[in-house]
């Protein structure tokens, strides 16, 4: 595949774009445009190239447009995947609709949510400390 494997400055919004940075230990994708049927496949493939060993996981959904169930489906990939049952994974959502879509699709019981990074670092945090 020639170029990057995904785009953090596209001004697509229709399209998805995938970043990453390391907070502390943890890895922070940040996930802008749309996680929707469609783009499920590439969200799979793309967060399986810049996955990292490492102490936690942060999916920061904050600048996502849309999402839907099958965008989803890609949260429960990724804990599957990565996390692998060993509670280090985090999403960030502060869009209302996709709050509450995620407590309809009951995600919170499956993944925790937060509202901001400082959240989401702490919970990591607290979950390294009492290992």
Known sequence: M?????????KDREQLHISETSVGA???????????????????????????PCEGYILDLTEL??????GLGVLIYFKKSFDKGQG????????EL????????KLHLVIPLCS?????VRLLDSKRQEE
């Open 2 to 10: 020639k170029g990057p494997a995904y785009n953090p400055k596209g």
């Open 65 to 70: 447009t849309l999402i839907d169930s099958t």
């Open 116 to 120: 901001d990074l400082e959240e989401a």
């Open 98 to 105: 996709m709050k509450e879509l995620a407590a309809i699709a």
């Open 88 to 95: 280090r994974l985090v999403v960030i959502l502060r869009d």
């Open 26 to 52: 943890y890895q922070h994708f940040m996930l802008s445009g749309k996680l929707t049927y469609g783009n499920d496949g590439k969200a799979k493939e793309w967060l399986g190239r810049l996955v990292k």
